[in-house]
């Protein structure tokens, strides 16, 4: 049973326009979120995260938003451009309840393959 | 920087061959990982550690086991390879959930 979920496995946009890409979990007890980027022949790379005791997170064109309730979080690319064009990976981690020297284990959902046209 | 390296970008193996794909990080991190990633899947644990000669499983860990001798060094090991391994391998290593990941192992079983 997956407990990340990224539903859309691809999503196109102009570039100047907004990408949105969206999240799922299931686990409620998932408390620190991730976004991670990826181009063709290399390993993904960190873009940005938010944990859970706040609803949004900026970091320069991109956002995060976090709505616990709905379990559900969503990356905001503002603007889009070619350069951002990647398969993009939500992952989640339960930091809380893990304790120095343990594991610091990410599940990872499927990723979203974002085009941006110029 | 830190560095995460992979010894190969590209393996062809034949079914039943023993692989070793290796992994070495420079930033004394305790935690290191194996993933694969396939089209569709996103990327599955597959192995991870905590300390040297630690080791626990993944989400998949049937077909592979690991090595981690030494705290920079992380190895991944298909006993007899089969088709069904081929993809691409990521390893990564970890301060916290401060990931690095390698360029990654295209492996394929012939």
């Known amino acids: 049973d997956q407990q990340v979920k990224q539903n859309s496995p691809s999503l196109s946009v102009q570039e100047g326009r907004i990408s949105i890409l969206n999240c799922d979990y299931t686990?409620?007890?998932?408390?620190?979120f991730l976004w991670y980027k990826k181009y063709p022949a290399e390993g993904p790379t960190f873009l940005i995260s938010i944990s859970s005791i706040k609803d949004k997170n900026e970091d320069g064109r991109f956002t995060v938003f976090l709505n616990k309730s709905a379990k559900h979080l969503s990356l905001h690319i503002v603007p889009s451009q070619p350069g951002d064009s990647a398969v993009y990976f939500c992952?989640?981690?339960?930091?809380?309840?893990?304790?120095?020297?343990?594991?610091?284990?990410?599940?990872f959902g499927k990723g979203t393959l974002l085009t941006v046209n110029p | 920087d830190v560095k995460v390296t992979q010894s190969s970008r590209y393996l062809v193996k034949r079914t039943g061959e023993k692989v070793f794909l290796e992994c070495v990080q420079d930033m004394d991190h305790e935690n290191m990982f194996w993933y694969r990633q396939d089209p569709g899947l996103g990327l599955r644990l597959i192995y991870f550690s905590y300390d040297v000669k630690m080791k626990e499983k993944g989400d998949i860990p049937e077909g592979y086991s690991v090595s981690r001798e030494k705290k920079e060094r992380f190895s991944l090991i298909l006993e007899s390879a089969s088709t069904n391994q081929t993809s691409m391998y990521l390893c990564a290593s970890s301060w916290a959930l401060s990931y690095t990941f390698g360029s990654g192992t295209r492996l394929t079983v012939v």
């Open positions: 686990n409620s007890m998932f408390d620190y």
């Open positions: 992952a989640a981690s339960l930091l809380g309840l893990n304790s120095g020297g343990s594991n610091y284990k990410l599940t």
